[in-house]
Each structure stands twice: as C-alpha cells, then as structure tokens.
C-alpha cells in the first residue's frame, strides 16, 4: 500500500461551521505533512508532524487546527473560515522528516461560502 | 526565505518533442525534487536528487542536481499527450534543529499536441 488518502475529496463549508479533513497512510511512514495549494501555485506547507508531535507550524491562523491522533491518521480541524481560505488541502507523508521522498494524497478540493 | 526560480512558466510542444525544464536558487539545497501534478490530483514524485552532480533517469525523464547545489534540470524525451500537466521542482534545506523543509518552485505547465 503506497497510498495517502484524504477525505472527503470535495468540501463545502460555510463561515460559520465546523469540520475536518482527514488523512490516512499505511505506509509506515513517521513525518506527515499538509499544505495548502491555490490555483496554478505551488502547495504551500501549513503543519508538519514528526512522530506524532508537531514539529513545524508555519504561523497558520488558528482557525486551523491539526492533530495527529497515531501515527497513521493526521486531521486537519477547521472553524470559522474565510472565503479565502479556498483552496485544494494536500496531505502528503514521508518516512521520516529527514527523507523527503514525501508521498501526497489527491487533496481535499475546500470551498468556504 | 529560500526562492526558486522555475522556469519556463509554460511550454505548448508537439507529440514527439524533447522537453527541458530547469530551476535555479541563490541557496544551496540538500536535495532537489521534481514532481508533476495532473488536474484534480496530488503532486506525484517522480525523481528525487541527493548528491550534487546526480544525474538520475526514469524511464523517459532525466533530472541532474547541478555541481553547485544551486540548480537542477528536468528533461522529458519523446514527448507523449500523458505528460501533460504542472511540474514542480522542489528543494530541501536543513532548517535548523529536527527541521527540514522543502520548497517548491512555480513550477511548469506542460501541454503536449497530438
């Protein structure tokens, strides 16, 4: 198995609920990741988890929340969006955070209304 | 922080074409990556370059990480309509303590005629 999956693929959510995305990998692998990526840009990385603690936040807003509750699911808590925060949510994983061969998930296609 | 620069932005090619992409940084990585990307899916790797000089092929791609560390190239040969869509290379940097992080370039749109 050498797959990251992500649900749900598609997401509408409006400003004012709450939900989450969420991320599964069976590959064994220790570091996992997730990014945001706009139209036509590259992804841009958000959290990163090292052995299920969180290593790197790269200043993203609290209105998003990550955890990992094992070190195969990694969740992504969303509340009270903004419009702009539309965007496709990668979820990629690699064995360590030392090796960079990160393996991505398909993404969750995010619209806030 | 660190900067790459893709280029080019986009290419239009006929089926049967070569194709060479490169990206270039004023840091210096300790890995390169190149990875494509289809519509409605995730970046998919499809080479990864750790030692300067490194000239890596699969199947019908090659990439090289340059001599100085600063700089890789992707070359697609015999161009066929399935690869089509966005490439990006991506470099890696310590960070400090237990942190790497990649960086991603602008990456390239690939269209391929017929």
């Known amino acids: 198995d050498t797959e990251v999956t992500q649900t749900p693929k598609h997401l509408v959510m409006g400003m004012t609920n709450k939900k989450s995305l969420k991320c599964e990998q069976h590959m064994g692998h220790r570091a996992m990741y997730w990014y945001k990526q706009k139209a036509k840009k590259p992804p841009e990385l958000m959290f990163v988890?090292?052995?299920?603690?969180?290593?790197i936040n790269e200043s993203v807003p609290s209105r998003f929340s990550p955890e990992c509750p094992n070190s195969s699911l990694l969740n992504l808590h969303l509340h009270a969006l903004q419009p702009e925060d539309s965007a496709l949510y990668l979820c990629?994983?690699?064995?360590?955070?030392?090796?960079?061969?990160?393996?991505f998930g398909q993404g969750t296609r995010l619209t806030v209304v | 922080g660190q900067q790459l620069n893709q280029s080019p932005q986009s290419m239009f090619i006929q089926e049967g074409e070569d194709v060479s992409m490169n990206c270039t940084s004023s840091s210096i990585f300790n890995t390169w990556l190149w990875y494509k990307q289809e519509p409605g899916e995730g970046p998919v790797l499809l080479i990864a370059l750790y030692k300067a000089g490194e000239l890596t092929s699969n199947g019908r791609l090659t990439a090289q990480f340059g001599i100085t560390r600063k700089d890789s190239f992707l070359n697609i040969s015999a161009s066929i309509p399935s690869d089509v869509g966005i490439y990006f290379c991506?470099?890696?940097?310590?960070?400090?303590?237990?942190?790497?992080?990649?960086?991603f370039g602008k990456g390239t749109l690939l269209t391929v005629n017929p």
């Open positions: 988890y090292s052995y299920e603690k969180l290593s």
């Open positions: 991506a470099g890696q940097l310590y960070s400090g303590g237990s942190n790497y992080k990649l960086t």
């Open positions: 990629a994983s690699s064995l360590g955070q030392m090796n960079t061969e990160a393996f």
